[in-house]
């Protein structure tokens, strides 16, 4: 269970974790762009999205926006 | 004239304030009604229990043809002041909405969608979210979605209030069409709005009706003569109003300061005259201008919701 | 119950529009991934944190496929559970704070069928996220770890499918009778938190409260048998039905502000 970072057995383990997350990044990337609303400013979110791992994609589908018209 | 809903003795408390204090009415078949009131009159209120959102604390609402227990909901088309809708659906998904839960089947609640969406003004909107609809559009989103069930009563509370001038005339011609195929409850608390639209109109100040009937009908009880006097804003005239409001007394039956005059109900128009000019001489008053003639619907709204 | 078909479809609709139906199984599959991932790597870890003398041999006993998935579900049970009640949170508050209840319930609607459609999504999403989660995370041990028995791990999975389920519902109800949805997220967290708490302190006093649907799903991971569980599961499905008519006689009583 020695592996090295270009092994890419490796990366068959952790290559779904690191998709999965791109997904939700771009899933609230574009939940974001779209939004009307949104509680603070889309910049801020944008980066909180990007930087704050599974967390901020979250808060932000949770938190970020409002969805009454 | 037949009385399509009839409320008796409605109150509504809200922790021992009696915001509705026994009020009756009923409105007849095809007609057009108004509430008329000042702001916490209890106009919404009253709206809202007809539209079973309160239930009344005492009275009774009946609907003619119905047994007394049965859901008035599918008869009563409920429009609020500012109707807040899904900003995620578009206005015709809000619409086929409407019509589904009012039990319409899905192909007719898309054609009932797409003619209500077209008379609203709203058919090239349909398909934009609602999220993106201007006040007025909202608005008309929302008579549209109290007509789907083809109700027999419309009830709409202060329809036109929180609207610019265009979106307001906007508005109030559409009621104009729709109150030839139904009947209409409306609360406001502008006089030309109720005196444009309406058949009867029912005055309401703190929880009560206070002047009632149609209009023409109130128009004729109320008309008395009426002498308004506008005065220039020196000490001794403003003195004068302050000390003559209230004060009635020979020819003179009620007295009534508004912003930059007073207004006396007479009974004999040249008595009064003739005293009132005299007493302004007397006591200096600068009179700015001086008008004799007949109450207008105006001054019966004035006195009818000033204490 | 009428207008129930309508109004399901448009809390369905909103959980598409509003993203959930992506996020939140996605969400459930990381937390299911990252477990066996995180053992299968451990190891290697720690060795690259480097502190040890050369030589040193690290030995941790590698854990059993069931003891993985009994880790998954326990982060189910946390931040699953948090984040269904921050997501219905204001199921019904919401809707009475800006008047898109009241437009509904003035429709010739059972309010019970307001409540309730609101209810099905929720544990549609529930079991949908749960489920893909689970799935994922049971691959990815039998792959890296080792096999897992399989009727337990079902087992142990269902009783957490009831654990969410017995969370969000009372987040329906609190959501129904609060104005705030953050004291709603908070209530409903507190309770079964303090539940659970308490059913560790006395586990054979409240052996049949809902609080004790961790631990037994645990044991059923890890030891194979946790007793008798139908007390556990009758009173929290009791809870679950109780929160709903208390939220539908709270719509029934109050339908708009």
């Known amino acids: 269970m020695d592996f090295h970072w270009s092994d890419p057995k490796l990366w068959q383990i952790i290559g779904p974790v690191v998709v999965v997350q791109l997904i939700l990044m771009v899933a609230a990337l574009t939940a ?18 990007v930087v704050v791992n599974i967390i901020g994609p979250v808060a932000f589908f949770l938190f970020g926006r409002r969805m009454d018209g | 004239m037949k009385p399509l809903l009839t409320a008796e003795k409605l109150v509504k408390s809200f922790g021992g304030v009696r915001a509705v204090d026994g009020i009756s009415f009923a409105i007849g078949e095809g007609r057009c009604a108004a509430l008329l009131g000042p702001n916490g009159a209890g106009k919404t209120t009253t709206i809202r229990m007809l539209a079973g959102l309160l239930r009344p604390t005492e009275g009774r609402i009946a609907f003619t043809g119905l047994p007394e227990r049965s859901d008035i909901r ?22 086929m909405y409407a019509g589904r839960l009012c039990g319409l089947r899905a192909a007719d609640a898309k054609r009932t969608a797409d003619e209500l969406l077209a008379r609203v003004g709203l058919a090239g909107a349909g398909r934009r979210r609602i999220a993106t609809y201007s006040g007025g559009m909202k608005q008309r989103l929302g008579l549209a979605q109290a007509l789907v069930h083809r109700p027999k009563l419309l009830v709409l509370d202060e329809p036109v209030s929180a609207l610019d001038p265009v979106g307001r005339r906007e508005v109030l011609e559409l009621l104009k069409e729709l109150k030839r195929e139904t009947t209409i409850l409306f609360s406001t608390h502008v006089l030309p709005d109720a005196e444009e639209l309406c058949d009867d109109i029912m005055i309401v100040r703190d929880g009560r009706i206070v002047v009632q009937g149609s209009l023409p009908d109130i128009r004729e009880r109320y008309r008395e003569p009426v002498i308004t006097v506008r005065t220039e804003r020196d000490e001794a005239s403003l003195e004068w109003v302050k000390r003559r409001a209230g004060k009635a007394g020979g020819p003179v039956v009620s007295a009534l300061p508004f912003e930059d005059g007073i207004r006396f109900a007479v009974s004999d128009l040249d008595a009064a005259r003739r005293l009132l000019l005299r007493e302004m001489a007397d006591e200096g008053v600068k009179v700015a201008r001086i008008e004799a003639g007949y109450s207008t619907l105006e001054d019966v709204f004035m006195k009818a919701v000033s204490t | ?23 939140v199984p996605l969400v459930f599959i990381l937390l299911g991934i990252m477990q066996p991932v995180s053992y299968y790597f451990l190891p290697q870890l720690l060795d690259a944190a480097g502190n040890l003398p050369e030589g040193a041999v690290i030995s941790i006993p590698l854990p059993s496929g069931g003891e993985i998935l009994a880790g998954t579900l326990e982060q189910y049970g946390i931040f699953g559970a948090l984040i269904i009640a921050l997501s219905f949170m204001g199921a019904v508050s919401q809707e009475r704070n800006t008047g898109t209840g009241a437009l509904i319930l003035v429709k010739p609607v059972s309010p019970a069928a307001f409540v309730l459609s609101k209810w099905l999504a929720m544990a549609a999403l529930v079991a949908a996220s749960l489920a893909a989660g689970y799935a994922a995370s049971w691959y990815y041990t039998v792959v890296l770890i080792g096999p897992v028995a399989v009727g337990n791990a079902m087992a142990g999975a269902a009783l957490y499918a009831l654990w969410l389920l017995v969370v969000g ?5 609190f959501s129904a ?30 052996a049949w409260s809902p609080g004790r649907l961790p631990a037994a799903s645990r044991e059923l991971l890890l030891e194979g048998a946790a007793g008798s569980l139908w007390p556990t599961v009758a009173v929290t499905a009791l809870c679950v039905i109780g929160s709903v008519l208390i939220a539908v006689r709270a719509v029934r009583a109050h339908p708009a502000d």
Do not use: D, N
């Open chain 1, 32 to 49: 974001l762009i779209k939004a009307e609303h949104t509680r603070g400013p889309k910049w801020v979110w944008a980066i909180v999205i």
């Open chain 2, 74 to 95: 599918a008869h009563i088309g409920y429009l609020p002041q500012s109707p807040s809708f899904y900003g995620w659906m578009s206005g015709r998904e809000y619409m």
């Open chain 3, 1 to 23: 119950m009428r207008g129930l078909a309508a109004m399901l479809g448009k809390e369905w609709l909103e959980l598409a529009r509003s993203w959930k139906w992506l996020w």
């Open chain 3, 169 to 173: 519902s009372s987040a329906l109800m």
């Open chain 3, 177 to 206: 009778l609060w104005k705030s949805p953050a004291a709603a997220a908070f209530s409903a967290l507190g309770t079964f938190a303090a539940l659970a708490l308490l059913t560790s302190l006395f586990p054979r006093q409240l």
